[in-house]
């Protein structure tokens, strides 16, 4: 017995392989969400929800301690963006308050419309809210009124809007023609 006590502070058996819940998770070895095989030497996995780091900073660390995580293989120990406090698509509305959000549990501010989604609509270099042909989050189109701007090629020489339309000096020109 002595021996094998030696041997065992001599070589240890990887926590992965080892018969004890080292990361006090309730999980042991390969049914530990953090040990991906039997080598591994620390049942803390990769994952934020089971690294041992508290990953948000907000002064809890890992599933069930931060409230952020859902489970061991949750990978994201922050709120929600729509339950964060933070105006995370920029356009000045903050969680609830932002018509992307459906729920607190949404993880995305941004919304489906065209000047609420994160993407140059009508790829003319400016996005959602910065793009002249938006005025309000609520807009279903990037296009604007203007001519240069309006998605048309408003007079018929096969180049639409600003920088296309060489007739067009900037994107709330309203004129496409000479």
Known sequence: GELLRLSWRLDPAPACDNDRDDDEDGKIDLDDPGCGDVHDQSEKGSIQCDNGIDDD????????????????A??????PACNN???DDLDNLTDLDDPGCSDATDDNEW??????????????GETDLADPGCSNVS????????????GIDDDEDGQTDYPDDPDCTDLTDNKEKP
């Open 57 to 72: 900073e907000d002064g809890l660390t890992d599933y069930p301690a931060d409230q952020d995580c859902d489970d061991l």
């Open 74 to 79: 949750d990978d994201e120990e922050r709120p």
């Open 85 to 87: 406090g933070l105006d």
């Open 111 to 124: 919304g489906e419309l065209a000047c609420d989604n994160g993407i140059d609509d009508d790829e003319d």
């Open 139 to 150: 807009d279903e189109s990037e296009f604007g009124i203007m001519q240069c701007d309006n």
